[in-house]
Nanobody, 115 residues
Framework: QVQVVESGGGLVQAGGSLLLSCAAP????????IDWYRQAPGKQREVVATIDTGGSGNYAQSVKGRFTISRDNAKNTVYLQMNSLKPEDTAVYYCCVHGAFREYWGQGTQVTVSS
């Protein structure tokens, strides 16, 4: 059974940084697009960043210039480097791996940014 695991969340002060990781043993990342989503309390889940198989990233306007998505295919891992964090970035962050016939989601990692 495929399992997607996010890690790296935590509590950080505004202006700080966190590095999230997404790994999925059993899935080969190199030929899959992968997304980071987030969901804040009382809000809908929204896409934060996406990375294609070539390594090109796209970002939500709210995080552009502050977040960077990257992939290390040798480690089968995708990262989300989050800098200049703001309280409004507080949410559960999820990794979504695009499979051939379905998407695979992790359980999420909590990011809390204090003001």
């Amino acid at each position: 059974q495929v399992q997607v695991v996010e890690s790296g969340g935590g509590l950080v002060q505004a202006g700080g940084s966190l590095l999230l990781s997404c790994a999925a043993p059993g899935i080969t990342f190199s030929n899959r697009a992968i997304d980071w989503y987030r969901q804040a309390p009382g809000k809908q889940r929204e896409v934060v960043a996406t990375i294609d198989t070539g390594g090109s990233g796209n970002y939500a306007q709210s995080v552009k210039g502050r977040f960077t998505i990257s992939r290390d295919n040798a480690k089968n891992t995708v990262y989300l480097q989050m800098n200049s964090l703001k309280p409004e970035d507080t949410a559960v962050y999820y990794c979504c791996v695009h499979g051939a016939f379905r998407e695979y989601w992790g359980q999420g990692t909590q990011v809390t940014v204090s003001s």
